[in-house]
Every structure is written in structure tokens, then in C-alpha cells.
């Protein structure tokens, strides 16, 4: 298996025709100006490996990328990067991560917390009450003290919602349509109020809502060099939610662009239920006097291509600014990249919320928890991040 995907990633790593279109759109180079932290840096550094001398450097322009895919919309030749740089991660000449202590941690929090709601949340309780908690943690592992600046709200209220619940419409629209709702983790953790507002607009959109029994599918560990974990997650959350027999619906652009690359679920971003305009929801809803600024998820824009079906939705209730906006630039987030590579991540993420801070509005709409967390950390208690789904729900 593993040599027929060296096969492939060969064969992607030609169809590289070394233009250097990418270099403009990729935001490691953008605050670098460094090529090897650039998709051709990158797609160079994967091919000649064998020959680079710098290990560490080889490791730091591979670590540094955000997965975005920002590379990807501008390519000319189609070049898939993100199977080449989720293998690179994974091909154990390239990885020095499974090994020492930092590997120990690393290989168990994706194994046992990022599995398990229960965990993260009694990791973030632990957190929200005893601030000393990660000072402590921050003395032994020297990236953890980055999590200060990126704590999201941990003291918001948290309303759990009872797996194999079904919440039921009574909208006159798509009478007995059932769908599921996948809770993930981090969104249902630290966002949990997403969900509730994703139930509501959902049902009066005339959808039954069932909540399943899934557990994390596998994207953050699959994007983050643990590809034997992340497909071994995919692969388990897959088979049960086959066995629901019902489209799964999300609300989290990473999770939803990952299990759509394969194809072998009916997944939807849930904007592709509500936008639809059939929905007399929408059209007795009056336009508000308030002004946002949306900042689309790089897996929304890149992977799904629904970004502006956000925005289209958005424009018609609120004033919505994009001028002079890089919209298309990550924030910095990309799962646990903040955490994981602190200084990279800090650099984009300062970047956009100068762009973000030149507009008037002080209320950012992003449908992605990785965003809301390192945009409200960036820009400060000053700036409210939500997500769209929360606005439009405040709507009805
Ligand atoms: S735009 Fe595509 S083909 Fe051109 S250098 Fe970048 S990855 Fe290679
Ligand atoms: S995925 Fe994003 S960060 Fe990585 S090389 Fe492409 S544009 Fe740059």
C-alpha cells in the first residue's frame, strides 16, 4: 500500500511544471518572502530529499505548512499538493516526530483526547478554572504557553446535546427529510452553541435533525503527519456513518472538506441546505442595520468552493465589507497548526487581523472553530468572531 502511494505522489510531484504561480497566494511565503516555505519550495524540498543536507531545515519547511490549499486554486497544472505534503509528514524519513517525549504526547492527544468529547471537554473545564494549569504545562513543553493567547472563550456556557436525539421540524418544507448532524470535536467543545443554532435552522428549513454517534474523523491527525491514526478515524467514522443511511451534515469547513475528498459518504456543509432560496424562511426576514466582515475558511473557499454561498446568504441580512480584504489568505489556524508551530502560526495570524482591523466592524463572521479561536485571539477582546450559522440563527 505504502509503495504504490510513493508511486503516486511521484507521479504528482512531475506534474509540477515550476511556474512559481503559487509563491503570490501562499501565506508562509507571504510573511517569509522565503521560497523553501513557498508550494514550489516545498514540492522541491519533497523531490530532492534524499540529496538536501539540512535536515532541520528540510523539517521546517515541510512543518510550517498550513495545508490551505491556497497553492492549489492558483495552480495551473492541477498539482495536487495536499496529497504530497500529507505523505511527506507521514514518510518517516521526513518525520522526527515519532520520537522523545514531545512524540509520546503528541501520538496520545490525537489517539485519546481528539477521539473522545468527553476528554477535551474535561481538559478545557480544567483549563477555563485553573489558569496555573497551563503556566505549568507551558515550563515543560515550551509550545504550550502559546495556548494563553489562544484560549477561546472557555468559560461559555455549554449546553450538551444527547447523542441519538432527534430534534424535529415543524415547517411545513421537507416534511420527513432526516439528516445528521455530526457534533466533531473541537467545534462541539469549545463552539457548542453552533450546534444548537445549526438545529434551529435546520428545522425551519424543514429538516429533522438526528444526532449521531461519531467520534472524531480523523482530519486533524491525517493533516497533521499521524496518517496511520487519521485513517484508521476516517476509516471507523466512515463505517457508522454508512450505517445511518442519512445525509451527514457539518458545520466545520476542515472536517467537512476532509470527508468529502473521497467521495464515499453523502456529506454537506449545512449552507448547502439552508441557502437554498426556497426556504420561505429567509423571505419575510427584514435586512439589519449591522455591519460584518467575512473572513471565509480556507477550507470552505479552497476545498468546498462554498464560501460565497456563505457570503451570498450573509449580504442579504447584513452589510457585508469585503474591500480590500485578502480573503483568500489563511488566518494562521489550519486545526492545531497554532499550536503546534507557534511562531509561523503568530506571524499570519497578526498579518490578518491588520487587513481584518482597517474595517469599521467590529463583528467577524468565519465558519470554522480553528478560525474563530485564532482570529478572536489576534484581534482581541475588542472584535466578536462567530460563526455564520450564529448570526443567521439570531436572525429567526
Ligand atoms: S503553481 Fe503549480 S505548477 Fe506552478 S510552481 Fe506552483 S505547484 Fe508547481
Ligand atoms: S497549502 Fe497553503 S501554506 Fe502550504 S504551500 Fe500551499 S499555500 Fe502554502
Redesign the pocket.
Known amino acids: 500500500m505504502k509503495e504504490n502511494l510513493k508511486e503516486h505522489i511521484d507521479e504528482i510531484l512531475k506534474s509540477c511544471i515550476h511556474c512559481g504561480m ?1 509563491l503570490p ?5 507571504q510573511v517569509t518572502g522565503n521560497e523553501g516555505y ?2 514550489r519550495g ?1 514540492i522541491y524540498t519533497i523531490a530532492n530529499q534524499d540529496t538536501l543536507i539540512n535536515q532541520k531545515q528540510i523539517f521546517d519547511y515541510l512543518d510550517t ?8 486554486t492558483v495552480c495551473p497544472s492541477a498539482v495536487q ?2 496529497n504530497i ?1 500529507d505523505y511527506a509528514r507521514y514518510d518517516l524519513k521526513l518525520s522526527r516526530k515519532n520520537k522523545g517525549l514531545w512524540a509520546f504526547v503528541r501520538k496520545y492527544i490525537f489517539a485519546n483526547f481528539l477521539t473522545d468529547r468527553s476528554k477535551l471537554t474535561k481538559l478545557k473545564n480544567l483549563l477555563a478554572n485553573f489558569d496555573w494549569l497551563s503556566n505549568i504545562a507551558g515550563l515543560v513543553f515550551p509550545k504550550i504557553k502559546l495556548l494563553n493567547k489562544l484560549k477561546p472563550n472557555l468559560k461559555a456556557p455549554y449546553k450538551s446535546i444527547d447523542i441519538g436525539r432527534r430534534f424535529r421540524s415543524t415547517a411545513s418544507v421537507n416534511k420527513s427529510k432526516t439528516v445528521a448532524l455530526m457534533l466533531g470535536c473541537v467545534m462541539d467543545t469549545f463552539y457548542n452553541q453552533v450546534h444548537h443554532d445549526s438545529i434551529k435552522l435546520l428545522n425551519a428549513c424543514g429538516y429533522d435533525v438526528l444526532i449521531p454517534n461519531l467520534d472524531c474523523c480523523g482530519a486533524l491527525a491525517c493533516h497533521s503527519g499521524e496518517f496511520d491514526l487519521g485513517l484508521k478515524q476516517r476509516h471507523d467514522f466512515v463505517a457508522k456513518a454508512k450505517a445511518l443511511k442519512i445525509p451527514l451534515v457539518v458545520n466545520s469547513a476542515g472536517c467537512g472538506a476532509f470527508l468529502k475528498e473521497q467521495n464515499d459518504i453523502e456529506v454537506l456543509d449545512i449552507i448547502e441546505l439552508i441557502s437554498d432560496p426556497i426556504y420561505d424562511i429567509w423571505h419575510h426576514l427584514p435586512k439589519q442595520d449591522l455591519q460584518i466582515v467575512y473572513h471565509p475558511a480556507c477550507h470552505l473557499n479552497h476545498k468546498q468552493g462554498l464560501s460565497s454561498k456563505y457570503l451570498q446568504l450573509l449580504e442579504r441580512f447584513f452589510k457585508v465589507d469585503t474591500s480590500s480584504l485578502n480573503a483568500d489568505t ?1 488566518c494562521g489556524s489550519a486545526g492545531i497548526y497554532n499550536i503546534l508551530e507557534p511562531d509561523m502560526a503568530f506571524k499570519i495570524g497578526e498579518k490578518k487581523a491588520m487587513e481584518l482591523s482597517v474595517f469599521e466592524s467590529c463583528i467577524v463572521a468565519s465558519a470554522n472553530p480553528g478560525c474563530i479561536n485564532q482570529l478572536q485571539a489576534h484581534l482581541g477582546s475588542a472584535y466578536e468572531v462567530v460563526h455564520p450559522i450564529s448570526l443567521l440563527a439570531n436572525l429567526l
Open positions: 503559487c497566494a501562499c501565506p508562509t511565503y513557498s508550494p516545498r505548512c498550513l495545508s490551505c490549499s491556497a497553492c492549489e499538493y495536499q505534503i489563511c
